[in-house]
Nanobody
Framework: QVQLVESGGGLAQPGGSLRLSCAAS????????MTWARQAPGKGLEWVSG????????YYADSVKGRFTISRDNAKNTVYLQMNSLKPEDTALYYC?????????????????WGQGTQVTVSS
């Protein structure tokens, strides 16, 4: 069955870095776009970043542009989110999700599988 397992979250200081990973299994990973989304306490889901199946296109929310970088390794069935210059407002539960398509979308119906999430806390 499809599994998405996030890792790499934790506590970071403002200005610090973390690298999230999402290991995928149970489907042909290279055929599908992937996304990272986050949810802070008391807030709705925010689309953070997405990447096309072949890495030909990426998307970043304005709130993370220039600080976060998404990438994928189709040989390892893994998608990454490098997070630099972290801010307290980046504190959230970060999820990876599998798109139903090869392209990225911000339509929640466009995703059929979600991981359990990894917590990122940015605090001094």
């Amino acid at each position: 069955q499809v599994q998405l397992v996030e890792s790499g979250g934790g506590l970071a200081q403002p200005g610090g870095s973390l690298r999230l990973s999402c290991a995928a299994s149970g489907f042909p990973f290279s055929n599908y776009a992937m996304t990272w989304a986050r949810q802070a306490p008391g807030k709705g889901l925010e689309w953070v970043s997405g990447i096309y199946s072949d890495s030909s296109g990426t998307y970043y929310a304005d709130s993370v542009k220039g600080r976060f970088t998404i990438s994928r390794d189709n040989a390892k069935n893994t998608v990454y989110l490098q997070m630099n210059s972290l801010k307290p407002e980046d504190t959230a539960l970060y999820y990876c999700a599998k798109s139903r398509h090869y392209f990225y979308t911000t339509d929640r119906d466009g995703y059929d599988y979600w991981g359990q999430g990894t917590q990122v806390t940015v605090s001094s």
